[in-house]
């Protein structure tokens, strides 16, 4: 039986780029692959509309409260 043609132990590729990812990285290839996974995901929170409807309340978070009128 030939047991070389298993998978290789790191078995998840960097979902960046593709490459096989380090174990220093995992799931990544590098620290770059990471950050930008990392961005992404950031700017991925930030991009979902977090209740639109509630726009309509009058009662917004700024930075307004002091009356500076
Ligand atoms: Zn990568």
Redesign the pocket.
């Known amino acids: 039986m030939n047991e070389i043609d298993r998978k290789t132990p790191s078995a998840r590729s960097?979902p960046?780029?593709?490459?096989p990812?380090e174990p220093e990285f995992k799931p990544?290839?590098?620290k770059?692959?990471a950050d930008i996974d990392l961005n992404r995901w950031l700017s991925g929170v930030y991009a979902v509309p977090t209740k639109d409807d509630e726009d309509e309340d009058g009662e917004r978070p700024v930075d307004g409260e002091a009356g500076e009128k």
């Open positions: 960097c960046i780029c593709g490459k990812g990544f290839c590098s770059r692959c």
